[in-house]
C-alpha cells in the first residue's frame, strides 16, 4: 500500500511539472485564432513578431499569417499607449487584398480580440477573429 501511495505521489509531481505554462507576459509568439466571418469559420495559427522594419519602435509588429493568407504573407500592426491596448492594423504585404480594423489586447495577454474587414475586389466580408 505504501508503495502505491508513493507511485502515485511521483507520478502526480511528474505529470504537474510537465504541464504547459500558458502565462503570457507580451503579445510576441504564436497564438491559435478562431475566425468568424458571413464566409465560414476558420481555425489557424499565426506568429506575431517585432517590426523589422522599424527595430527602434517597440508599439509596431508583425503578424505572419494573418487572414490564413499564409505565413508570407504578413499585416503590420500599431499598439496604441492606452489602458484598453488597442491594435490598429496598419499596413499589410499583400497587394490583392487590403486590411482594416482593430483589436484589443487583453490587459493579462491571454487573449486578442479582432474586429476587421477584408476588401480583396472582390468581396467584403466582416471578421471576427480571437487570438489565444
Known sequence: M??????????????????????RTSILGSWNCDEYSEIGQHKYQVNIVR????PNDTNEYIIN???N???AEEAE???Q????????????S?????????????ADFS??????TVNDGITNPHVIANYD
Open 65 to 67: 499569417n494573418f487572414h
Open 111 to 116: 487573449r486578442i480580440e479582432w474586429d476587421y
Open 2 to 23: 505504501r508503495q502505491t501511495i508513493i507511485l502515485l505521489a511521483l507520478f502526480l509531481v511528474v505529470f504537474s511539472s510537465c504541464s504547459k505554462n500558458d502565462t
Open 94 to 106: 499583400t497587394l490583392e487584398i487590403s486590411f482594416s480594423g482593430s483589436g484589443i489586447i487583453a
Open 51 to 54: 517590426n523589422y522594419y522599424s
Open 77 to 79: 500592426v500599431f499598439v
Open 69 to 71: 493568407l499564409g505565413i
Open 81 to 92: 499607449q492606452n489602458e484598453t491596448g488597442e491594435l490598429i492594423i496598419t499596413r499589410t
